[in-house]
């Protein structure tokens, strides 16, 4: 019977000017970035806990701090391989995962498949093997009035098979 793992993450970053809007690893042409120590990037932040979580492993912060002077800017996919890293040195893999991003604006579905391409490849699994959606705060509360953008994503972990 395989062993199996589920995690769940979730992240918000507040929207600024001057910074670069960069959400499941893909670039978004926006006027406004995510405010954070590293890129910002919500969801795979959101995807990292989750993956971390599921293996009881504590949480991005744990691994990358915000007080670490080497971790300022950094490329979140690049985050994402090592925690992936950590996945594979006990024996798991990601079977699947699915999130949601929550925004007022900019418009996510047509950067969807993007960035479903851009974290298989950091993972190595296929983009049908995660889930993203999108949707709205319908104007409520700071997401809703455009003030930060948010994500929640759920992984399921098994066990690799030793018999390779």
Known sequence: MPVMRIGNGYDIHRLVPGRTLIIGGVTIPYERGLLGHSDADVLTHAIMDALLGALALGDIGHYFPPTDPAWR???????????????????????????????EAPRMKPHLPAMQLKLGQVLGIAPDQIGIKATTQEGLGPIGQGEAICAYAVVLLEKCSMDN
């Open 73 to 103: 800017g950094a490329d979140s996919l690049v985050l994402l391989a090592q925690v992936n890293k950590l996945l594979m040195e006990r024996g798991y893999q990601v079977s699947n995962l699915d999130s949601v991003i929550v925004a």
